[in-house]
């Protein structure tokens, strides 16, 4: 895509950083945030609150593309306010901008609105897809059912609709998951965690970016695509995959109640690492996306390339 303008509300954050890196070379991006920042090349940052209509409205009008990211981490204690968090920044925001684009004269061609696949059931049986996928009731799934719902209840003629279920997205940029990994591994302490044989979905940042390029080019799809690499991984493969790219021989393991009291300890959910989610993209293979990175080591191989070495070894 060239010479487009792409706005990404919620853009600040990982997956934000990704596609900012990604098309902001050849492409205007607007990123809507609650944080002034100063432009960045083609990179410019609006203020908005993520609930309500305001100044930064104006930007989405004659926009090619709008990608929305926004809503609090799920990297938190699950209390009560958080729960609220977390489901009303999903919600709040996707609601304003559906409200906003039915608006506008000139609206996007296509909207891309995140979701996860996390929305699947705990799977250790079979793989998830589009098609036949189960899924659950438990806090994590009913924010993606509500933040889906939310997005599938709007209406907008001119404007192409697609929700990305997002597996663990992997890149170099600040605020992924491979900052935590790769310090496990570089303690010594990047073993399996739990069994092990929990399921890991997991995506290349450049192939998250390469699936919206790829959607916005191909007029006939909408609707839900499973934006996951085609091969899932067990935890024990996926750490010692990256334990043997990082260069390390040995990570000592974290069983189940170890990981209990160390999430207790640092206020997240154990879910986030021993829940098993198999999930296949088959809607973008049966469609014709290509993944430049399906595998794991040619994934953090890349990945690695671009971090010092100091992220992964203490000397
Ligand atoms: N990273 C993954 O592996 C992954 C996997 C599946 C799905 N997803 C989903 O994809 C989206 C983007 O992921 P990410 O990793 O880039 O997340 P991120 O780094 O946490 O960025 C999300 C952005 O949302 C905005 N935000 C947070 N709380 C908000 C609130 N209460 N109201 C309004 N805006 C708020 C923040 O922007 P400002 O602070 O600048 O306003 C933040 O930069 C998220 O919704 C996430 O759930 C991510």
């Known amino acids: 895509m060239k010479n487009k303008r792409i706005i990404i509300a919620g853009g600040s954050g990982f997956i934000g950083h990704g596609l900012s890196d990604y098309f902001g070379t050849d492409n205007d991006i607007v990123i809507l945030t609650r944080r002034p920042q100063a432009a960045r090349g083609r990179v410019q940052y609006i203020v908005w609150d993520g609930r309500?209509?305001?100044?930064?409205?104006?930007?989405?009008?004659?926009?090619?593309?709008?990608?929305?990211?926004?809503?609090?981490?799920?990297?938190?204690?699950?209390?009560?306010?958080?729960?609220?968090?977390?489901?009303?920044?999903?919600?709040?925001?996707?609601?304003?901008?559906?409200?906003?684009?039915?608006?506008?004269?000139?609206?996007?061609?296509?909207?891309?609105?995140?979701?996860?696949?996390?929305?699947?059931?705990?799977?250790?049986?079979?793989?998830m897809n589009e098609f036949n996928g189960e899924i659950a009731d438990d806090f994590s799934v009913q924010v993606c059912k509500r933040w889906e719902a939310t997005f599938n209840g709007i209406t907008l003629p001119h404007t192409r609709k697609t929700i990305l279920r997002i597996g663990v997205t992997l890149g170099w940029q600040p605020g992924g998951v491979m900052h935590p990994y790769l310090n496990l591994v570089k303690f010594g302490l990047g073993g399996h965690q739990g069994s092990g044989r929990q399921m890991f979905t997991w995506v290349h940042i450049t192939d998250v970016c390469r699936m919206i390029d790829w959607l916005y080019e191909n007029d006939t799809a909408s609707g839900v695509y499973n934006c996951t690499s085609p091969n899932p991984i067990p935890n024990r493969t996926f750490m010692q995959q990256l334990r043997k790219t990082a260069g390390h021989l040995f990570g000592l393991p974290a069983p189940a109640p170890l990981l209990r009291i160390g999430a207790t300890l640092i206020g997240t959910e154990t879910e986030l690492l021993l829940k098993s989610r198999?999930?296949?993209?088959?809607?973008?293979?049966?469609?014709?996306?290509?993944?430049?990175?399906?595998?794991?080591?040619?994934?953090?191989?890349?990945?690695?390339?671009?971090?010092?070495r100091s992220a992964y070894h203490l000397f």
Request: positive net charge; aromatic residues 10%; contains cysteine.
């Open 52 to 127: 309500t209509r305001g100044d930064w409205a104006a930007a989405l009008e004659g926009a090619d593309l709008l990608i929305n990211l926004t809503g609090k981490s799920v990297n938190c204690r699950y209390n009560e306010q958080n729960r609220q968090a977390i489901f009303n920044s999903r919600t709040d925001a996707t609601s304003i901008l559906g409200a906003v684009t039915q608006t506008l004269k000139k609206p996007p061609r296509l909207w891309v609105n995140a979701g996860s696949a996390t929305i699947y059931r705990h799977a250790e049986d079979r793989p």
């Open 278 to 308: 198999w999930v296949l993209p088959t809607r973008a293979l049966q469609e014709g996306f290509v993944f430049q990175y399906p595998d794991i080591n040619t994934a953090f191989s890349h990945i690695l390339a671009h971090m010092p």
